[in-house]
């Protein structure tokens, strides 16, 4: 603990009264005696503990007398070291030769500043006398200091100007420095300002981190051993923002705002220019992007951003929005349902807002593109009109168009409810195997099967001779089954039915049943084709047949709907409904139900125990509870991506990494180059569908549509492989992937998938993974198109041959290998070119100087330089490629011809190394290209070199197009043109 500074000087003012009072009586010493003081000596402060208790022990009384009141004070010869405890210790009366009864203890603690040794020994005072222990009973105490602790350093976190002062605060007074390294005080270059407990120093530094290692020593050279360490950024630049969108005019009530930053910043916006606090509102992300949803009003806004980076920097950005919403209407129908048949019908129109002019409405039906307008009157929100519906048809349905432009000009064309109604004006079919049982002589139930559209009601006809009609209406019922109250004393009752579905429209009427009243029963039924069938089955069977029959029927009156949703469906979702094979399903499930109804009906009139038709029954019922689970009736697309994939290097050795390919690691890195240098312009965009598809049973699934393809040119398809390494927490295995694309291999199960690189180009790449993963994750799919293992590996064996010629020009192992040649071949066309290239250097110094020798005589070696040089920019006109240095001036060696010569022929050989691709049959361009070669023999036979010159380059153009047969049967005859062309120019440019 520490004393105040009153509490010090109280402490001193007794001390040296106790040492006064020693001096005072110092001549009567020797009445008492201490045996020890513990410790005797010890170690504080410092590394050690900040204080020690003192004591002491066998206080004896030499007199033959009673000390009385006796006190004990503990006395120090400096103040270096403070008395935490009372100085004084009462010891009360001792009495003759006697030990005191108590020892007294002090504590004792270290000066701030005491740093040394200091001795400690006791006073005793009582009535008449004083003793001290100075000479037999002591403590030596020795004070350590403690280095100095750095309270609080500044700056830290970013700082937002260069100019930076680097503050210090210290426990106590010390000396700082500081370094750009972590090393002992001494070794420190820089001195902090300040020996208090402040110290400072002014910096001038640049942008970036910046951090400084500070130590201090106090007064008494006490030095931290350990560094405190100040670390800041300095960032002065303001963030640039950008915003994304919105940036014009809009037509939603709610849009999202868009902004991204230079550097990392949080955002606000305001529809006022205020200072960033001030901005009412706030942005999510604190990164590089950041959104916000803004609740727009029909106005026009200026839209304010700023964004402060992690130093207080403030950039802005402001863009004005024009907000209008887009008009939309409710269409009603005097009929409930929008269910109609025959007639006149009004149509209500209710728009969202004030339109104007008149809008338009039309309407077409699904079976016909005809499209039939209603004239509509009326003003403002409301407009109505009359339609004539005269089609006759069983569920047609129909479908609104509507346009219209609100005071602003948005034109509006979403219709929010009332789109589509159904046009019924086919009567349902008439009900089957009406049955008539006497209940009693009061009652008659009657029973029927019906088999056709969803109805509104069914009306009995009742009458007492066997001519029932329309005219002989008795009552209406909703279910298949009625209980007629009857006359007991009428001998006989007859009955049919008619059904009249929801839009008034009335069927036949059925088989006639009858009953006896008076007299006896019958069992048996007219059936519809007129004969008589007896039933077996007791009624409780026959009513759990209706009632699955009834059940059934409206299934298949909800997959028919089903199909019709799926059959409407366009864009995106049309096609992924296709891939899915959606409504084949649909169709099968509904062959499956029309059976199971079949069989029901023959079940009726079967002489089944009702033990069987049950079991039957609710087999037929759980095939149609599983039918269920598996028979979609919706799809929807609730969010896709796109994004554009470029091949990079380290994208291809990653992918050949994973081939594991018994390759050198010196082939490896020649198949990344070979790869990653001739396909990296490659773009392959890829689209990531995510479909919802909810089935008949209220359950749903989802699936990832990968849709992948490339608009860039690529030749020689079937010398490239397309590579897709799927990550794993997308799928875990390649099974669980439904390829679309048939012509893939599994490489690993991982998944890696191959690819055919025609299938990327002509059809594109699709497959679908059934996955709740995030669809952010799909992004991390890579692709990439390398060379063919196989085509490389030919390529390889060529090239590391000991066909000199070959490693000498370097492009013909290259096309032998990149193209599918054998090394015979390979060594075949070398021999070719060893060849052509003796019959060149003939021509250039032998024939050529018969023919001219005056002019060759006097050619100096600059014109020949001249001449070369001609040449290398003619060859460059013409499409050939610069051969290697160190290969022209090899042949430059064995020929004795100047370099510039000696590439002449190299350079005339590497514009025919074109891609080659495996077929057999003749293409048009083929002909087109036999039609060139002609054109230029015949120009070079008329001396027209100029032009043979530019046929041919449209010549080589088209050469990549002509299949693989095709060129090897005119490659010699374009080396052969190629050299005629060149030697010609040669010399007419000479």
């Known amino acids: ?234 960032d002065s630049i303001v963030p640039a923002v950008v915003i994304i969108s919105p940036t014009s005019t809009t037509q939603a009530e709610s849009v999202v705002l868009n902004v991204s930053t230079s550097e990392e910043a949080e955002c606000k916006y305001s529809y006022f220019d205020r200072i960033y606090s001030q901005m009412e509102g706030s942005m999510s992300g604190s990164g590089l992007t950041h959104t916000a949803t803004l609740d727009l009003d029909e106005t026009t806004s200026e839209l304010y951003v700023r964004c402060m980076d992690n130093a207080g920097n403030i950039g802005t950005a402001h863009t004005d929005i024009r907000v209008g919403s887009i008009p939309s209407v409710k269409i009603e129908f005097s009929e409930a349902d929008n269910k109609i048949s025959e007639g006149i019908y009004e149509v209500r129109v209710v728009a969202s807002q004030n339109l104007k002019p008149t809008p338009k409405l039309y309407y077409t039906f699904d079976n016909t593109d005809i499209r039939r307008a209603i004239s509509l009157e009326g003003s403002g929100m409301n407009w109505k009109g009359y339609m004539i519906i005269q089609e006759k048809s069983n569920y047609l349905v129909g479908s609104f168009e509507f346009e219209g432009f609100d005071y602003y000009g948005n034109k509006g064309t979403q219709i929010t409810s009332g789109k589509l ?41 009742r009458s007492v001779d066997q001519y029932v009609s329309y005219a002989h209406l008795q009552a209406t019922t909703e279910t298949e089954s009625y209980i007629d109250y009857v006359n007991e004393s009428t001998q006989q009752y007859f009955y049919r039915i008619s059904a009249v579905d929801a839009v008034g429209n009335e069927g036949e009427l059925s088989n006639a049943a009858n009953v006896t009243i008076n007299g006896s029963e019958s069992r048996k039924i007219e059936l519809g084709d007129g004969s008589v069938k007896t039933i077996f089955l007791p009624e409780s069977a026959v009513a759990k047949i209706d009632l699955t029959q009834k059940d059934i029927s409206k299934l298949k009156l909800d997959l028919e709907l089903a199909k019709s949703n799926l059959n409407s469906k366009v864009g995106n979702e049309d096609e992924c409904e296709a891939l899915l094979g959606l409504i084949p399903t649909i169709s099968h499930s509904i062959d499956v139900v029309e059976a199971a109804d079949t069989e029901l009906r023959v079940m009726k009139y079967s002489e089944l125990s009702v033990e069987e038709v049950e079991r039957r029954v609710e087999n037929i019922r759980k095939r149609v509870d599983e039918l269920q689970a598996i028979t979609p009736v919706e799809l929807k697309v609730e969010e896709s991506i796109e994004a554009h994939k470029i091949i990079t290097k380290s994208d291809v050795a990653e992918s050949l990494k994973d081939l594991q390919l018994d390759l050198s690691d010196e082939e490896l890195d020649e198949y990344i180059e070979l790869s990653y240098t001739s396909l990296r312009e490659i773009v392959v965009v890829q689209e990531v569908r995510v479909v919802n598809v909810e089935y008949l049973d209220g359950s749903s699934r989802r699936y990832v549509f990968v849709f992948e393809r490339t608009n860039s040119q690529l030749a020689d398809l079937e010398s490239l492989m397309v590579i897709e390494a799927i990550p794993k927490d997308v799928v875990e295995s390649a099974s669980e992937i439904d390829f679309i694309t048939l012509n893939y291999r599994v490489i690993d199960d991982d998944p890696l998938i191959r690819f055919n690189a025609d299938e990327l180009v002509n059809n594109g790449i699709t497959y679908i993974i059934e996955s709740g993963t995030p669809i952010e994750d799909y992004k991390r799919i890579k692709t990439v198109i390398l060379y063919d293992y196989d085509s490389y590996i030919e390529y390889s064996a060529v090239t590391k041959s000991d066909f000199g010629l070959l490693e000498m020009t370097g492009w013909i192992g290259a096309s032998a290998g990149k193209f599918g040649f054998s090394a015979t071949e390979a060594l075949m066309i070398a021999l070719g070119m060893i060849t052509i290239v003796a019959l060149l250097l003939y021509y250039l110094f032998v024939v050529m100087r018969i023919h001219k020798r005056p002019r060759l005589a006097k050619q100096s070696w600059g014109e020949y330089h001249e001449l070369a040089t001609k040449e290398i920019e003619a060859m460059s006109k013409l499409g050939g490629e610069d051969s290697i240095n160190d290969e022209i001036s090899k042949i430059a060696g064995e020929t004795k011809l100047p370099p510039e010569l000696a590439g002449l022929d190299i350079k005339l050989k590497s514009t025919e190394a074109a891609k080659v691709m495996e077929t057999t049959e003749a293409s048009e361009a083929y002909g087109r290209f036999k039609k060139l070669l002609e054109n230029i023999d015949l120009m070079l036979e008329l001396n027209d070199f100029e032009g043979a010159s530019q046929v041919y380059v449209k010549l080589m153009k088209s050469y990549p197009e002509l299949k693989r047969s095709e060129r090897s049967m005119v490659y010699k005859k374009c080396a052969e043109l190629h050299k005629r062309i060149s030697v010609s120019k040669l010399f007419t440019e000479k």
């Open 1 to 234: 603990m520490r004393l105040t500074t009153n509490n010090k000087v109280k402490r001193r003012l007794v001390l040296g009264l106790v040492v006064l009072l020693a001096i005072v009586f110092s001549s009567k010493a020797g009445q008492l005696s201490t045996s020890m003081m513990t410790p005797s000596m010890v170690d504080i402060c410092g590394e050690f503990e900040n204080s020690v208790e003192i004591a002491a022990s066998g206080i004896f009384n030499t007199q033959n007398k009673t000390l009385t009141n006796v006190v004990a004070n503990i006395a120090i010869n400096d103040t270096g070291l403070l008395v935490l405890s009372a100085i004084s210790q009462p010891l009360g009366n001792i009495a003759p030769l006697s030990y005191a009864s108590v020892s007294p203890v002090w504590d004792i603690g270290c000066n701030e500043n005491g740093a040394g040794s200091y001795k400690l020994w006791i006073v005793y005072i009582g009535d008449n006398f004083s003793e001290s222990s100075y000479e037999d009973a002591f403590t030596i105490v020795n004070v350590h200091g403690s280095p100095p602790i750095v309270m609080a350093a500044e700056p830290d976190g970013y700082v937002d100007s260069h100019n930076v002062e680097l503050i210090v605060i210290t426990d106590k007074n010390a000396i700082c420095r500081f370094s750009q390294t972590d090393t002992e005080f001494s070794s420190m270059p820089y001195l902090i300002e300040g020996e208090g407990v402040m110290h400072s120093y002014t910096l001038e530094l640049a942008e970036g981190s910046h951090s400084y290692f500070v130590r201090c020593a106090d007064l008494n050279s006490n030095t931290m051993q350990n560094s405190e360490i100040i670390s800041f950024v300095i």
């Open 421 to 461: 109604f159904v046009v019924d004006t086919l009567a349902p079919p008439s009900p089957i195997d009406l049955v008539a049982e006497r209940l009693d002589k009061k009652r008659v139930k009657l029973r029927w099967h019906y088999d056709g559209e969803e109805v509104d009601e069914f009306k009995i006809y």
